[in-house]
């Protein structure tokens, strides 16, 4: 971002809500063509006089603030934003994106689009865990392919989304298979979004017909499997780190109406009775959401989706998501800061 060009400051309704341990210094990263800060605190006596983002009263709370050459440029800024959020939480989205609105007073265009739209006028986003998103986004707007990983994310989950709780084994439910042909369209286009997540962030299978990606015996080719895992040790995802596979319901339906997943030998300590889940590595998880892709999701037919439940979905997100934070660093970055932190 060239220093000579004129910068406006926006409010975009987000604000950051900190732990007690982080730390209260200044804060400000740059993206590609915005920058973006957090105000200060505002004690709970200031409450009355001041404004955190019109109308927005948060005690403790330090609003974002986005500087931007123009209006677009911080609306694009804000939309990547947004996502980051939803793939930094991995759940359906709890905020409505139409209601955040980048507002800065000397900037004509945003006074008429804040003027003219009524929902944005108390509308805010107040939680922990935004200035991690806000960091993530700035990396992310460095890369377009970045970006469109994160939004394919955040429509995926838009299609369909699974509560953490509700895939707890000790609290959730059975989650059925739907017998609604809507509910299989949002299932089927929640995967081909995800699975597209993957081929944006260059990390999906790369095969042919001349060279499969299996060999006949059904093991894995040597020459796809090593190229995979180059790619995906290059974009800093461990590949000794296992994925976390739901397994859900009886095993008829497991081993008739998909191929059963490669897992390893050990099992989780809560895998009991109808639930099976089990550990995957890294690229048996991506073969076997390949495989998903490609045959169930992508092509048409009388039985296209109908066997796709919300487990499938929730290990397709659950696995873009996890190479979308790898790819971006924020694993290893949340870690060596708490490290610091302790120290």
């Known amino acids: 971002m060239s220093p000579r060009c004129a910068l406006y400051k926006y409010r975009i309704g987000?604000?950051?809500?900190?732990?007690?341990?982080?730390?209260?210094?200044?804060?400000?990263?740059?993206?590609?063509?915005?920058?973006?800060?957090?105000?200060?605190?505002?004690?709970?006596?200031?409450?009355?006089?001041?404004?955190?983002?019109?109308?927005?009263?948060?005690?403790?709370?330090?609003?974002?603030?986005?500087?931007?050459?123009?209006?677009?440029?911080?609306?694009?800024?804000?939309?990547?934003?947004?996502?980051?959020?939803?793939?930094?939480?991995?759940?359906?989205?709890?905020?409505?994106?139409?209601?955040?609105?980048?507002?800065?007073?000397?900037?004509?265009?945003?006074?008429?689009?804040?003027?003219?739209?009524?929902?944005?006028?108390?509308?805010?986003?107040?939680?922990?865990?935004?200035?991690?998103?806000?960091?993530?986004?700035?990396?992310?707007?460095?890369?377009?392919?970045?970006?469109?990983?994160?939004?394919?994310?955040?429509?995926?989950?838009?299609?369909?989304?699974?509560?953490?709780?509700?895939?707890?084994?000790?609290?959730?439910?059975?989650?059925?298979?739907?017998?609604?042909?809507?509910?299989?369209?949002?299932?089927?286009?929640?995967?081909?979004?995800?699975?597209?997540?993957?081929?944006?962030?260059?990390l999906e299978i790369r095969a042919s017909s001349q060279k499969p990606s299996r060999l006949r015996n059904g093991e894995w080719n040597p020459v796809v499997k090593e190229e995979l895992e180059s790619r995906l040790t290059a974009a800093g995802v461990d590949l000794t780190e296992p994925v976390v596979w739901a397994i859900r319901g009886t095993a008829k339906r497991r081993l008739d109406a998909w191929r059963k997943v490669r897992t390893l030998p050990t099992k989780y300590s809560w895998s009991r009775g109808w639930v099976r889940d089990a550990p995957v590595q890294v690229v048996d998880a991506i073969a076997h959401f390949d495989w998903l892709r490609d045959k169930v999701a992508a092509h048409g037919g009388t039985n296209f989706p109908r066997g796709l439940s919300p487990y499938d979905v929730a290990n397709a997100q659950h696995l873009s998501r996890r190479l979308i934070l790898k790819t971006l660093n924020t694993c290893r970055r949340r870690r060596k800061r708490r490290h610091r932190e302790a120290v």
């Open 14 to 202: 987000l604000v950051e809500v900190p732990f007690d341990d982080d730390p209260p210094g200044p804060r400000e990263v740059v993206g590609a063509g915005w920058r973006a800060s957090l105000a200060p605190p505002l004690h709970w006596r200031e409450l009355e006089k001041k404004r955190v983002d019109g109308g927005h009263r948060v005690a403790g709370g330090r609003a974002v603030e986005i500087e931007a050459p123009s209006f677009d440029a911080a609306y694009r800024a804000l939309h990547l934003i947004l996502a980051a959020i939803d793939v930094g939480i991995g759940e359906p989205p709890f905020h409505d994106p139409s209601r955040c609105i980048p507002f800065c007073q000397d900037d004509p265009e945003s006074v008429t689009a804040y003027d003219s739209n009524p929902r944005v006028w108390d509308s805010y986003v107040a939680t922990a865990g935004i200035w991690e998103a806000v960091e993530m986004a700035a990396r992310a707007s460095r890369r377009r392919t970045t970006q469109y990983a994160l939004f394919k994310y955040q429509f995926s989950l838009s299609c369909h989304g699974n509560l953490y709780m509700d895939l707890d084994p000790s609290r959730g439910r059975f989650l059925p298979i739907s017998c609604f042909p809507v509910a299989h369209m949002r299932l089927a286009f929640a995967i081909l979004a995800a699975h597209s997540s993957l081929e944006d962030l260059d």
